[in-house]
């Protein structure tokens, strides 16, 4: 999820800077020789944001490589969880859904960068300031013929702790057709009734066959994770502090409250998928990504 672009071109503090530090790393994915997802979008985000204007895009500006805990390690995972969702939001097209519905959408280029049958929507939900700023860099990208969305691209402004499903609807979304939902990167930031209430909705805009995935974690950090490398390299690097980010909250069951509303669930560590495509980070002592869950669901 994504607070606060101003008039300003940048993107400053918090959360926001979150956004940039996932098109940061999937920047640099993109010129790997193995890269689990391209995105050439991401640098264009980078580099349009005066915070984030001198980190890295590109594999030589990180001298110590996958062996850095930043731009490496991390940034690995978020190439490795933008493959993993962007093979289940192709599935579930495949499968008939032409609705497509990104919860805190932020700096995604998925409209741009996969390929989509030409009859489906993408709605991109985010705060106003975000999809502001986003737009401001893609019109400047859109001289050329392939810097057009390969499907129609719906901005829908609504701030998700508020009435976002009355502005989905609005912006053209049927609940009566199967939808694919995705919320990545969002939860971790929600307190947990909030978490409740998004599912809520979603539950109720959500035809038979409609898929969700979505990221969770189970639990609050303990303190050695909270210093781990991961967490000092970020915070020293980028001013983001993480752990500080993510609600300390209890954290609701949430695949259990889908499977309650008659929802087909499975729960995944991103480790699985590390193995499943070949790539991806591995687990560590004190593993600041222990606690992350991929969950896959489908309303039969």
């Not at 193995?34 to 915070?51: M, Q, T």
């Not at 599935?91 to 519905?101: C, E, I, K, N, S």
């Not at 995944?268 to 790539?279: A, I, K, L, Q, S």
């Amino acid at each position: 999820m994504s607070v606060g672009v101003t008039e300003n071109p940048g993107v400053t503090g918090g959360v926001e800077l979150t956004t940039l530090l996932v098109a940061a790393a999937r920047a640099i994915e993109t010129h790997r020789p193995d890269a689990l997802a391209r995105d050439r979008y991401a640098e264009h985000f980078v580099r349009a944001a005066p915070a984030a204007a001198q980190w890295p895009v590109h594999p030589r500006d990180v001298p110590d490589g996958e062996a850095d805990p930043l731009w490496g390690r991390l940034g690995r995972y978020f190439a490795l969880r933008t493959r993993a969702f962007d093979d289940q939001l192709l599935r579930a097209v495949q499968l008939g859904a032409r609705q497509v519905v990104l919860l805190g959408a932020g700096l995604d280029a998925r409209a741009y960068r996969l390929d989509w049958p030409g009859d489906c929507t993408l709605y991109e939900v985010d705060r106003p300031e975000v999809l502001a700023f986003k737009e401001r860099v893609l019109d400047g990208l859109e001289a050329a013929a392939t810097d057009l969305p390969t499907a129609h691209r719906a901005a829908v402004e609504a701030d998700l702790r508020t009435d976002w499903a009355g502005a989905l609807t609005a912006a053209g979304f049927d609940p009566d057709h199967p939808t694919a939902w995705l919320a990545e990167g969002l939860l971790l930031h929600l307190p947990g009734p909030e978490e409740r209430e998004l599912f809520a909705a979603v539950d109720r805009l959500s035809a038979p066959g409609s898929t969700l995935a979505y990221e969770a974690r189970l639990g609050p950090e303990s303190t050695a994770v909270r210093d781990h490398p991961l967490h000092t390299a970020l915070r020293d690097r980028t001013g983001i502090d993480l752990p500080a980010l993510l609600d300390a909250g209890p954290r609701p069951d949430t695949p259990a409250d889908l499977t309650a509303r008659g929802w087909s669930t499975t729960v995944h560590t991103p480790y699985e998928f590390t193995r499943h495509y070949g790539r991806g980070p591995l687990p560590e002592p004190d593993d600041a990504l222990a606690a992350d869950r991929w969950v896959f669901a489908v309303r039969p």
